[in-house]
């Protein structure tokens, strides 16, 4: 079955410091991999989503990610976090498996000390 | 550009009572819809989703139900809620592409006593 691990419940780095969240997932076939940014109280926003090619993905606010086939991760990266990217992160894989679904990690929340 | 709406934003329900939460996506036509609780310090866990009016895909057994009775509006009712069914409920949409990024709603915050 498909599942997503977020090893990581919460995390506090720095302001300035680099950031890596951790992202491992299970899936038959080739994945396709989102990480979405929810702040408090609020929906989710996609930061970056891998389909093909390229296996390091830019996406917004300066985050990247790495999809390592090998080690099934997907990892998001910066490398310098600022206060403003407090928030709780989640890690999504999708399935094709009776339609278009998407499932989620259960998230890493990020603090970040000044 | 497509929006997306929810209502009501904060919902304080006593056990046993109805439970009508709406959602309803703009600029758009035939969108996948999708209903996920996310309860306190918990991920995300699909509901429901929908494909087209009047098709409904359940994903865990509970006492809720989803309705979509027209294209771009997507309803989860409850006859009597739980104080289990408190959580922040939040309704999605994507194209009807495989694998299209989900777009969220903000949220509605059901607290059940």
């Known amino acids: 079955a498909q599942s997503v691990t977020q090893p990581d419940i919460h995390i506090t780095v720095s302001e300035g410091a680099s950031l890596e969240l951790r992202c491992n997932y299970s899936?038959?076939?080739?994945?396709?991999l989102f990480w979405y940014v929810q702040s408090p109280g609020q929906g989710l926003q996609l930061l970056l989503k891998?389909?093909?090619?390229?296996?390091l993905v830019q996406g917004i606010k300066g985050f990247e990610a790495e999809f390592k086939r090998s080690q099934s991760s997907f990892n998001l990266r910066k490398p310098s976090v600022h206060w403003s990217d407090a928030a709780e992160y989640f890690c999504?894989?999708?399935?094709?498996?009776?339609?278009?679904?998407?499932?989620f990690g259960a998230g890493t929340r990020l603090f970040v000390k000044a | 550009s497509q929006t997306i709406h929810q209502w009501p934003a904060t919902l304080v329900q006593p056990v046993g009572s109805p439970l009508s939460l709406e959602c309803t996506v703009e600029?758009?036509?035939?969108?996948?819809l999708y209903w996920y609780r996310q309860a306190a310090g918990r991920g995300l866990q699909l509901l429901f989703y929908?494909?087209?009016?009047?098709?409904i895909s359940s994903e865990v057994p509970q006492n809720l139900s989803a309705s979509r009775p027209q294209d771009r509006q997507f309803i989860l009712s409850s006859k009597k809620l739980l104080l289990s069914d408190s959580g922040f409920y939040l309704c999605?949409?994507?194209?009807?592409?495989?694998?299209?990024?989900?777009?969220f709603g903000p949220g509605t915050r059901l607290l059940v006593l």
């Open positions: 999605a949409w994507s194209t009807n592409r495989m694998q299209e990024t989900q777009y």
């Open positions: 929908s494909v087209g009016i009047g098709q």
């Open positions: 999504a894989v999708g399935t094709i498996a009776g339609g278009f679904k998407t499932i």
């Open positions: 891998y389909f093909s090619g390229d296996t």
């Open positions: 899936y038959g076939a080739t994945p396709y």
């Open positions: 600029g758009t036509s035939n969108p996948n």
